[in-house]
């Protein structure tokens, strides 16, 4: 079967429906939520419309489209990048490493969702087609990098089997690390409780009581309950986060804008109000088993409201709703003690430069054994009680 990978300058160039039928073809027709909302065309297409990538950014997009005839089989979110920042999975020292040396590291392929740090399908495929889509997407890439003569292909939080694929097409595969909840058969915030240790139940028991007792009220909205109040709070929360780490907003307000007509349905909003004003918020998204955690910030400054709103508050939204896991975003070993387990996430890299490939390759052999060795300490680390999971509601008597 002969296959044509097309370049495109944006995602808008590929109607929705096309899209949507390779990047959540268990969505189709109203059949349910996406296993993520990241890849949707709505998502990314927001990121476009909203000038978030594009120019002045450093994420120009480039999605990638594989035709088998007339139909459209796979495509990819991918961008040429003139840095490395927003990507979670960082190569600065070999951006650094390699300039050093004599060679031009940007600019770069990077498949991956803008700004994003959460697991997901990069390689998107139609139902049918998926050995064949991967493979014609994994090669795709790596003759995009050497006709135009970028130094590699990047493809970040992608998903483990992904990951085995691309390294069996010569991809390099990298693990780097965040916290995770599990719900292990939780009815409620209890049973998940029941479930650490004494003492650490009895410390996350009063980090609650002392968070809530901030002297206002807490709220979980998505849906139509999200008002242009909300979203134009969240903005603020945001480019308060961004302020007091001296980093600059990747997002624009119109993504926010954009977001409420668009996004709605995916999002959950956390927040707290005092004196008739909103005072801090988490902003996390809705996958079909999975709740991510994005954006936080406060105007107010109150023992744990950080730790409710972003964490138990999501714990909580989780149990109710049936879903499996909570991801809760980039870094933090302080979520360990709030029962978010180590775990390694995946990304793959192919380098044009061969001898550059093989260095690459030594290193992050090293990485992983030592991120191997983290996690497993982490792991004891946790606040688990040692013993079997809670039982699930439907097998107790």
């Known amino acids: 079967m002969t296959i044509e990978i097309t370049v495109h300058e944006s995602v808008s160039e590929i109607s929705p429906e096309i899209w949507d039928a390779c990047a959540c073809p268990e969505a189709e027709s109203g059949a349910g939520r996406p296993l993520d909302p990241f ?21 120009w997009p480039r999605p990638l489209v594989a035709r088998a005839g007339s139909e459209v089989i796979a495509v990819a979110p991918t961008y040429l990048k003139d840095h ?59 003759e995009l990098a050497r006709q135009n003569a970028l130094s590699g292909v ?30 292990r058969g939780y009815a409620s915030h209890d049973d998940f409780l029941a479930d650490l240790s004494s003492r650490k139940r009895k410390a996350l028991r009063k980090e609650r009581a002392r968070a809530q007792d901030f002297g206002g009220e807490i709220v979980a909205l998505t849906g139509a309950d999200l008002a242009p109040e909300h979203w134009a709070a969240m903005w ?13 907003p990747y997002l624009t307000r119109a993504f926010f804008d954009l977001a409420a007509d668009q996004l709605a349905d995916d999002a959950l909003m956390v927040l707290a109000r005092r004196d008739g004003r909103w005072v801090a918020g988490a902003l996390n998204f809705i996958g079909r088993d999975t709740l991510y955690g994005r954006y936080w910030g406060a105007l107010e400054d109150h023992p744990f409201l950080h730790f409710e709103l972003c964490y138990h508050q999501a714990i909580d939204w989780a149990i109710a709703q049936g879903l499996q896991r909570v991801e809760a975003g980039a870094q933090g070993e302080h979520k360990l003690a709030r029962g978010y387990m180590p775990v390694a996430v995946h990304s793959v890299h192919w380098l044009r430069d061969p001898g550059f490939q093989r260095a690459v390759d030594q290193y992050l052999h090293a990485e992983r054994r030592a991120l191997a060795d983290e996690i497993e300490i982490l792991t004891a680390w946790g606040p688990f009680r040692r013993g079997p999971a809670v039982t699930p509601p439907e097998e107790r008597d």
Request: one cysteine or more.
């Open 236 to 248: 603020t929360f945001y480019c308060e986060t961004g302020a007091r780490k001296w980093g600059r």
């Open 39 to 59: 890849t949707t065309h709505r998502f990314l297409s927001a990121l476009e419309r909203s000038g978030s990538v594009g120019p002045g950014s450093g994420w």
């Open 154 to 183: 990047h493809a970040t939080f992608c998903t483990e089997a992904e990951a085995s694929l691309a390294e069996a097409a010569g991809y390099l595969a990298r693990h780097g690390q965040q916290f995770h909840w599990e719900n």
């Open 84 to 142: 490395s920042q927003g990507e979670y999975i960082f190569d600065h020292a070999w951006a650094d490493a390699y300039m050093r040396a004599g060679g031009r590291y940007y600019p770069k392929l990077q498949c991956a969702v803008p700004f994003t740090p959460a697991t997901g399908r990069r390689f998107l495929t139609r139902p049918g087609h998926e050995e064949t889509g991967r493979a014609a997407l994994l090669e795709g890439m790596q």
